[in-house]
C-alpha cells in the first residue's frame, strides 16, 4: 500500500573514468582482468530460483586470444525453456504487485554495485569476452548500464506522474500496468549495457522477462545476473537461458502468454520474429509488443564548407572505436573532391598511429572482431575490394587470425556511390568512402538518402543553410542525426538510441518513449454521486 508520493534521486550521467597510468582505477581493472583471465567460468542457466546446469556445454574464448579457454556455459533443451516460462509467470504474480517504488529501489541498487563494487568486474569482463579496450568497456558495461538503471526509473516515476483531467464530480485516473505475460529479451554481443538493459527495462516496469544474450556476450552476462542477484531482483523476475536460438526464439513464441519482445541484433532475424509472431496471432492473449534495434549502415557526409581535420577524426573515431561493431558506427562516408587529398591525408595518419593487439595492454586502440565468422566475412569483402576495378585500399587491408580476430583497419576507396561495401552492414573496421563533385552537394544527399537503413548518420557543414538543408532532405535516413559530429557515442538521457527503415521500430532506448512499450495503461472513472434518471434537460416538452 502506498503511504506517500514518492521522488526518485535525480538521474545523472556516471562519470566516465580516465584509467590514465598510475590511477586507482586502472590498477584494480588490470588485476581483475588478470584474475578472471586465469580463472574458468562456469555460467548456469537461471531459471527461477535455480542455477541449472544442464551438461550440454560451450567453452568461451576471448576472441584476441582465441585458442584461451575462458570456461563453459550451459545451453537449455526445450524443457528448461518451457521451464523458465512457467517460472516467470508464478514470479510475476507477485512481482506486478509491487509497489513501484520497491521495483525502482531494486535497480537503483543494481545500478550503485556496477558504479562501485562491481566495476572492474564487469568492464574486465567485457575487456576480455567482447574484446573491448578500457574506454570502450567503461563508457559501455559501467557508464551506460548505470545510466539505463537509473534514468529509467527516473522515466517510470513521470510515466507514473502523467494522469488525465478529472471534471466537477468524477476523478479520472490511469495505471500503467505491467503486459499480461512476459516479455522476451534477446541481446547483442556488442554492448554489455544493451544486455542488461533490454531484460532490466521492461522488469522495471513490473514485467517478468526471458531473456537470451548473445553467445559471444555470456561472460560478462554472468556478471550482469550476479549484480542483479545481489540487487535483490526476485527468483523468476528475469530468467537467462543459453542455447540454440532458433529453438529458444519458437518454444518462446508459441506460449499464448508471450507478450513481446525486446530486440538487438540483425535485420534479417528480427524480420523472421515478426513473421513467426504474425503466423502465431491467434495464439496470444494479447498483441504483442514487438521492439527492435536492428542495426545500420550509418553515414558521413561533408558538405565542401566542413573542416578537413574534424571530418578525418570524425571518420577515424566513427569507423574504428570498438572495431566499428556498433549498430551506430560509421560505414559509408561521402565527402566532395576538394577535401579529399587533406581528409585522406589526416585519416591515413590517424590508422597508421592506431596500435592493434589484447585489451590487457592499454595503449592498444584496436583489438579483434568478435569471432571466426565476422573475421571471414570481413576478410572476404577487404579481398573483393582489392580485386575491383572500382575499389582501392587506401590504407589498412591486412588480417590476421593466427593467435586472435585482428582485422586491420581499412579504407576503402570506391567510384560507385552503390559500391557493395557502401551498401552493405559489414559490422567491423571497415569503412567506404565515395567522392562527389563539389557541385553535386544536392544529388549526393539523394545518394545517401537512398539506403534501406536509418539508424545513424553525420553531417559535416560551415554553411549554416546547407547544414539545414541536408537537416531537412535526411529526415528519414537516421532516428539519431549528427551536425558536425560522428554518428557514434549516443549518451543516456542526452541523445535517447533508435532508428527506422531496416534499423528498427525507433522506440529509442534510453528514453521514457521505451518503456511505454511495456506497460498496458488502464483507465479508472470513478463517480462520486451517480446519477439517477436517465432522463436528459434536452428531452423536456417546453
Keep these: 500500500m502506498g503511504k506517500g508520493f514518492f521522488h526518485v534521486p535525480v538521474a545523472t550521467n556516471e562519470p566516465v573514468k580516465s584509467y590514465a597510468p598510475g590511477t586507482p582505477e586502472r590498477e584494480e581493472v588490470l588485476n581483475t582482468y588478470k ?54 509467470l508464478k514470479a510475476r504474480e507477485k512481482w506486478a504487485d509491487l509497489e513501484w517504488e520497491q521495483r525502482a529501489a531494486v535497480f537503483l541498487k543494481a545500478a550503485d554495485l556496477i558504479a562501485g563494487p ?32 537509473r534514468f529509467n526509473v527516473e522515466y517510470m516515476s513521470q510515466i507514473y506522474d502523467e494522469q488525465p483531467e478529472s471534471s466537477e464530480g468524477n476523478w479520472n485516473r490511469v495505471e500503467y500496468r505491467p503486459l499480461e505475460g512476459f ?12 544486455a542488461g538493459n533490454l531484460p532490466s527495462s521492461a522488469a522495471l516496469m513490473g514485467n517478468v522477462a526471458i531473456w537470451k544474450p548473445s553467445d559471444s556476450q555470456v561472460f560478462s552476462a554472468q556478471v550482469i545476473m550476479e549484480v542483479f542477484k545481489e540487487a535483490g531482483v526476485p ?65 558521413i557526409v561533408a558538405h565542401p564548407t566542413a573542416n578537413p581535420k574534424q571530418v578525418a577524426t570524425a571518420i577515424s573515431r566513427g569507423a574504428f572505436e570498438f572495431q566499428g561493431q556498433k549498430c551506430s558506427a560509421a560505414s559509408r562516408v561521402y565527402l566532395p573532391k576538394s577535401l579529399w587529398a587533406e581528409i585522406k591525408d589526416f585519416v591515413v595518419e590517424d590508422v597508421k598511429s592506431f596500435k592493434m593487439g589484447s585489451p590487457e595492454d592499454m595503449s ?3 583489438t579483434a572482431v568478435i569471432h571466426e565468422g565476422s573475421f571471414d566475412k570481413l576478410a572476404k569483402y577487404i579481398d573483393q575490394a582489392k580485386n575491383d576495378e ?38 567491423g573496421p571497415v569503412v567506404t568512402i565515395y567522392l562527389y563533385e563539389d557541385d553535386k552537394w544536392d544529388e549526393t544527399l539523394q545518394l545517401v538518402d537512398d539506403n534501406v537503413y536509418g539508424l545513424t548518420g553525420a553531417i559535416f557543414s560551415g554553411d549554416r543553410y546547407e547544414a539545414a538543408k541536408a537537416t531537412k532532405e535526411l529526415q528519414n535516413s537516421a532516428g539519431n542525426f549528427y551536425i558536425n559530429d560522428k554518428p557514434t557515442g549516443a549518451v543516456v538521457g542526452q541523445q535517447p538510441f533508435g532508428g527506422a527503415r531496416a534499423s528498427g521500430t525507433n522506440d529509442k532506448a534510453g528514453s521514457k518513449l521505451n518503456l511505454l512499450r511495456w506497460v498496458s495503461p488502464r483507465l479508472i ?6 446519477a439517477t434518471d436517465y432522463r436528459y434537460p434536452f428531452m423536456g416538452e417546453k
Design 525 to 530: 472513472k470513478e463517480t462520486f454521486v451517480p
Design 183 to 194: 516479455v522476451y529479451a534477446v541481446t547483442p554481443f556488442n554492448f554489455t549495457a544493451i
Design 364 to 366: 592498444n586502440f584496436i
Design 390 to 427: 572500382e575499389s582501392e585500399i587506401i590504407v589498412g587491408g591486412n588480417y590476421d587470425k593466427s593467435e586472435g580476430y585482428f582485422v586491420e583497419p581499412t579504407v576503402i576507396l570506391t567510384t560507385n556511390p552503390l559500391y557493395e561495401t557502401m551498401c552493405t552492414e559489414l559490422f
Design 118 to 149: 562491481y566495476r572492474a568486474r564487469i568492464n574486465a569482463a567485457t575487456m576480455i569476452g567482447q574484446s573491448k579496450n578500457i574506454y570502450q568497456a567503461e563508457i559501455d558495461s559501467a557508464c551506460e548500464l548505470c545510466d539505463f538503471l
Design 35 to 88: 584474475e578472471l583471465y586465469n580463472t574458468k567460468m562456469e555460467v548456469p542457466l537461471y531459471i527461477g530460483s535455480e542455477e541449472i546446469k544442464t551438461g550440454d556445454t560451450a567453452t568461451m574464448h576471448p576472441p584476441h586470444d582465441h585458442k584461451h579457454d575462458l570456461g563453459v556455459y550451459h545451453k537449455a533443451s526445450k524443457n528448461h525453456v518451457e521451464k523458465a516460462i512457467e517460472e516467470s
Design 235 to 299: 527468483d523468476g523476475v528475469i530468467n537467462m537461458v543459453m542455447g540454440d536460438p532458433q529453438m529458444i526464439t519458437d518454444v518462446i513464441l508459441d506460449s499464448p502468454d508471450f507478450a513481446g519482445i525486446h530486440y538487438t541484433g540483425s535485420t534479417t532475424v528480427f524480420k523472421n520474429i515478426w513473421a513467426e509472431i504474425g503466423n502465431n496471432i491467434h495464439k496470444y492473449k494479447s498483441y504483442p509488443r514487438i521492439v527492435g534495434e536492428t542495426g545500420g549502415k550509418d553515414f
